[in-house]
């Protein structure tokens, strides 16, 4: 069985792959803003807590990791937030979307970069990011959701560089589109229950492989142009 570490795990689809890798046998490490949010526990499971928008956070985080497990299997990037919303040019709120930015964007790659010592070594490691179709330059057709879209597509480049980086260790890093699922930030209208996603998601995880790394794919197996 594989050590995962899973942020933003205290709702969602976080915590859907919590619970359907735990049902699977793993051990998960859980990163959580407020743990005391934390409605789910298991004894497969430790939960500590992580603001990725946070660099002090993220470095407490990381030495709590490594004082639990010598070495990691898989992390998976989940943690995010949407945008205002803003349906005009006019309304969007820049100070707004620097943090939506620091929390999509920079977030993940504070969080790669803490825990990249404990993805390193002979055996091959995983990191996949939970990023959106949204994040697509070639499906922007509909435009909006300015600093939404932009934080998905800085977070899909994110993944193209550590790919690259990632080769000398046998470290694979793969963004993944959950499709429109339905959890708080996706909303009641979302036709993809969660845990359909991430039972595809999971899946694709497993057989991430050289080959896929530095790709974007949807849940249910498609590629996707960036």
């Not at 009641?188 to 794919?217: K, M, N, Y």
Request: some cysteine; proline content about 4%; overall charge negative.
């Amino acid at each position: 069985m594989a050590t995962w570490v899973i942020t933003g795990a205290n709702r969602g689809l976080g915590l859907e792959f919590a619970k359907q890798l735990i049902a699977e046998g793993h051990t998960i490490i859980a990163g959580v803003r407020n743990p005391e949010t934390m409605g789910f526990h298991h004894e497969q499971m430790i939960v500590y807590q992580l603001d990725v928008a946070s660099t002090t956070s993220v470095e407490t985080f990381a030495k709590n990791v490594k004082s639990s497990v010598s070495s990691i299997d898989v992390l998976v990037n989940n943690a995010g937030r949407m945008d205002g919303r803003w349906q005009s040019l006019e309304e969007v709120d820049p100070d707004l979307s620097l943090e939506v930015l620091n929390v999509n964007t920079i977030g993940p790659l504070r969080v790669s970069q803490a825990l990249w010592p404990l993805l390193q070594g002979e055996k091959p490691t995983k990191v996949a990011n939970i990023s959106s179709l949204m994040g697509s330059i070639d499906d922007c057709m509909s435009g909006r959701s300015y600093a939404y879209r932009t934080s998905k597509t800085g977070l899909n480049m994110i993944t193209k560089i550590l790919a690259v980086e990632g080769q000398p260790d046998n470290i694979t890093v793969t963004s993944y589109h959950p499709g429109w699922a339905k959890t708080d930030m996706g909303g009641e209208r979302a036709p993809v229950p969660a845990s359909v996603s991430v039972q595809g998601l999971i899946g694709l995880i497993q057989e991430q492989t050289a080959d896929r790394s530095g790709r974007f794919f949807e849940y249910t197996g498609e590629e996707l142009p960036w």
